[in-house]
């Protein structure tokens, strides 16, 4: 990093990767990556106005997360797992004489997948299906569910602070700020035809059926607050305020109908649900 305009423009990157050479219980090598970056840009716009900019990215890449154990699936019965999660970020930083003024906007994107080396569910519900054998030990083999979550959220603040001298026989540090916080949950499990097939014994075969997994939340926060710092000599008195306000509701969402008992696991549409708690 380094100045682009001399005392007016300034800009920082970096960028790394890991390799962890992660190995499981049995010796066999375990992919495993993680990616972090960023890029921040810094702007004396004027002798009282700051621009701050700030792109950031983490991500943790693994191939062949096994979800009972070393020797205990098949490479197709174990997950490729990823989370890349942006960060955004602008902040502008303004002084009025003996008034600080901070406004914030944040923007970040969390995330967690586990994929199946397979894909996603086939059109079809051709399969192959997933399977776990239970003699003469455990084995599971076939395309593995499906699973992620994601979590996106906006932040925007504007908070100041203002010093006043010798009024009421004293000093003055007022500080207040407005936050709103705006976020959403998406989370969802898929399986390959709906079944997971069960074998128990070399006479006996259970097959489990499942329905596809999702659910959709969202949720706010408004906080205010506003505090004056009095101080007289060796006196100080603090008084403070504030005012927080939050709510969450399901969002709408629906789920298709299992394959194979759609009179039993139908269609499922649910509408958004407010619990009217604040």
């Known amino acids: 990093g380094g100045p682009i305009i001399k005392d007016k423009l300034w800009f920082y990157t970096s960028y790394g990767i890991q390799d962890l050479g992660i190995f499981n219980t049995i010796g066999v090598a375990v992919r ?21 900019l700030q792109y950031s990215y983490n991500n943790k890449d693994r191939e062949g997360r096994e979800p009972w154990g070393g020797g205990m ?42 994929y199946s080396p397979a894909g996603m569910p086939t059109s079809d519900m051709s399969g192959p299906y997933e399977v776990h054998r239970y003699y ?24 100041g602070n203002l010093f006043v001298e010798n009024v009421l026989g004293g000093d003055h540090e007022f500080k207040f700020g407005v936050d709103y916080l705006h976020g959403a949950l998406h ?77 039993y696991l139908g269609e499922l549409a649910v509408p958004e649900i407010d619990p009217g708690i604040n």
């Open 32 to 52: 495993t990556f993680l990616e972090a970056a960023y890029v921040k840009l810094n702007a004396q716009v004027t002798k009282s106005t700051m621009l701050n």
């Open 136 to 159: 003469p030990s455990f084995y599971a083999y076939g395309n593995i569910n499906n699973d992620g979550t994601e979590r996106p959220n906006t932040n925007i603040s504007v908070n």
């Open 73 to 114: 699936q098949a490479t197709d019965a174990t997950w490729h797992q990823m989370g890349p999660s942006p960060y955004y970020r602008a902040e502008v930083e303004q002084m009025f004489g003996n008034l600080y003024l901070s406004g914030k906007v944040l923007r970040a994107y969390n995330s967690f997948y586990l």
């Open 187 to 263: 989370s969802y499990s898929v399986q390959e035809s709906n079944l997971d097939v069960e074998l128990r014994a070399p006479d006996y075969t259970e097959v489990i059926l499942y329905r596809d997994f999702e659910v959709r939340l969202k949720y706010d926060r408004m906080s205010l607050y506003a505090q004056d710092t009095y101080t007289n000599g060796r006196f100080t008195f603090r008084l403070g305020l504030r005012y927080d306000n939050e709510t969450s509701k399901i969002a709408p969402f629906s789920q298709p109908a299992s394959p194979w008992l759609p009179n």
